[in-house]
């Protein structure tokens, strides 16, 4: 067993307890995807924008057994980051289900056809994470992607509310549970962080400095990515905003008793931040956008 997997299984009551409260939490409105949809009235011709940065964020919920796998393969023998890994599994398949079921309710068939080779596409490339086995660096990166699948479905509920208010419910009540998720993981990673400060610092400079929404295997996934990003939905921007909140949060800035990898990789982890800020103030390229599941390109409607 390795050091950090010895680390994961000691926190097994912690874990528990963080566990505990999240079900408690979201057992309280425990919604099912057809409840979200069923007998409501549906818009059938939401703009393109709206359809494309939907179906992208479907193709990032079906990296689900990826992530499933992964974590099973990472998180070793600890019982209680199991049980959590079946709730979170079970929890994140009907984010999936609900915006599958959208898209077939509010696209033509051949369109749906589209958006299903795209999902074939990308789960048959997968998705491999350059992070060894390292179990530390597993979190701290779910930590960062949990917190941008959030901005991501609730900022676009805030496109989509005034052309479909079934769209943008659904799309909150995914972003809140996404919400839920980023605050389980960032209390595992904060309880790793007063165990073994200097390993969790080297991880998490490991995660930022690679950092990669699930998707970049598919073939469209740059045209997505500059949508979401020029749309200010997910992007470079948001991302920066991000990283500093959950480096706020963690106080990375302010450990001390290091030895000198912990200080090491602290010291990168702030200069990244600034390059990371500094990108986030580049220009964004403008439209149009195109996508093998819309019949013509589009440009961006002026809300932002
Ligand atoms: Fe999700
Ligand atoms: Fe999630």
């Given at each position: ?30 919604w ?49 980051l199991?049980?959590?890994t ?13 915006i ?5 309710v ?88 007063q ?37 200010g ?53 403008q ?5 093998s ?12």
């Amino acid at each position: 067993m390795s050091l950090q997997t010895e680390l994961l299984v000691s926190l097994d009551k912690k874990v528990s307890e963080i566990v505990d409260r999240h079900e408690k939490i979201t057992n309280k409105r425990l919604w099912m995807p057809t409840e979200l949809i069923f007998g409501r009235e549906i818009n059938t011709s939401i703009p393109p924008e709206i359809t494309a940065m939907l179906v992208l964020n479907l193709l990032t919920e079906d990296g689900l057994p990826y992530f499933t796998s992964l974590l099973t393969e990472h998180l070793g023998e600890s019982s209680a980051l199991r049980d959590w890994t079946r709730r979170w599994t079970a929890e994140e398949d009907r984010h999936g289900t609900a915006i599958k079921r959208y898209l077939h309710v509010s696209l033509q068939p051949e369109q749906v056809i589209a958006v299903e080779r795209l999902q074939f596409q990308y789960l048959r490339a997968g998705f491999n994470p350059d992070w060894g086995r390292d179990p530390l660096k597993l979190i701290a990166y779910v930590v960062l992607q949990e917190y941008a699948t959030q901005v991501s479905h609730h900022r676009i509920a805030e496109r989509a509310k005034n052309h479909c208010k079934v769209l943008a419910q659904m799309l909150w009540q995914i972003g809140a549970e996404e919400r839920q998720h980023h605050q389980v993981y960032l209390a595992f990673f904060k309880h790793l962080l007063q165990c073994e400060p200097d390993a969790c610092l080297v991880a998490f400079l490991s995660v930022l400095k690679s950092f990669a929404m699930p998707g970049e295997e598919i073939s469209e996934f740059a045209e997505f990515s500059r949508l979401q990003a020029t749309a200010g939905v997910f992007g470079p921007r948001q991302f920066a905003r991000i990283v500093s909140a959950v480096c706020d949060t963690l106080g990375l800035a302010t450990l001390t008793d290091l030895n000198a990898s912990g200080r090491e990789a602290q010291e990168k982890i702030m200069k990244l931040v600034k390059v990371i800020e500094r990108a986030a103030q580049r220009p964004l390229h403008q439209g149009p956008f195109s996508f093998s599941f819309l019949q013509e390109p589009f440009s961006l409607n002026e809300q932002k």
